[in-house]
């Protein structure tokens, strides 16, 4: 599928890979940032994805090049092919503390090891070619070590997990209260808990947003539509808050 612009200037560009993937997978997004020729991908995704997230960022770098890698979380639909990405390219990878001594699972190569980097509890900020990043926390939501990336020139928010979406044909979307049934039943079960999702809120209502792009399904464009959608996950009860008891099966 082609790759869709969701923002662009005259030195800055921020590009969906949208769904490489087929078949049983989980479909995912990739995301390519590219500001004065360096380029940063998010969730780069598993190996049935590299293939061609590999060449499709490749061709739109051009004379460019691949600087950072990033990981919001340690599934597999996020970092599986971390060794292809990092033995082909000279970038550094993020991912939380959390999680940095379980990437070599995935079998990465000692050859690069020192390329990945631990990203503190905190968060904190990444430059890009001379653009900085905000990577911010938002642990628990899902993964107990999780981190979205904040672009301050395209002022788009990428989410990872949160504002997911299954089974829609758009990539966009058209209508919040319509779309709520491709979301809902994803974040009551996987993210952990309101408090974590209210923390969420607060924080990301002190940015300028105009996009939040999560890691699966479709994206939402304009202040409006990003402020339903960051009213929804303040209230919303999920994870621990709808908890049934545990029962030892008959």
């Known amino acids: 599928m082609a790759s869709i ?7 800055h560009r921020n ?28 969730d780069p995704g598993g190996h049935k994805v590299y293939t061609r997230a590999m060449s499709e960022s490749t061709a739109l770098l051009g004379d460019g090049e691949l600087k950072l890698i990033f990981f919001s979380h340690q599934d597999p639909d996020v970092l599986a092919a971390a060794n292809g990405w990092m033995m082909t390219t000279e970038a550094t990878a993020w991912i939380s ?14 050859l690069v090891l020192d390329r990945l980097k631990a990203i503190p509890d905190e968060g904190m900020r990444l430059d890009l070619g001379g653009s900085e990043l905000l990577v911010l926390p938002a642990h628990f939501l899902h993964s107990p070590g999780n981190f979205q990336v904040y672009d301050p020139v395209s002022r788009i ?9 299954l089974g829609m044909s758009y990539q966009e979307v ?13 974040h009551r079960r996987y993210m952990a808990s309101n408090k974590a999702l209210r923390s969420w809120a ?8 105009e996009m939040i792009a999560p890691q699966h ?11 339903q959608l960051v009213d929804w996950c303040a209230e919303l009860q999920a994870g621990v808050d709808i908890l049934p008891p545990f029962r030892i099966p008959r």
């Open 5 to 11: 612009t969701l923002f662009q200037n005259a030195n």
């Open 15 to 42: 590009i969906l890979l949208e769904d490489f993937g087929h078949g049983q997978a989980v479909q995912a997004n990739q995301h390519l940032i590219i500001h004065e020729g360096a380029g940063m991908i998010l």
């Open 97 to 110: 503390a959390l999680w940095v001594r379980f990437v070599p699972h995935f079998g990465l190569d000692q």
């Open 157 to 165: 928010l990428y989410s990872g997990d949160l504002g997911a979406s």
């Open 174 to 186: 058209p209508d919040f209260k319509a779309h709520l049934p491709y979301m809902e039943g994803f």
């Open 202 to 209: 607060e924080m990301v209502r002190g940015l300028d947003l």
């Open 217 to 227: 399904g479709a994206f939402f464009r304009g202040k409006e539509m990003v402020r």
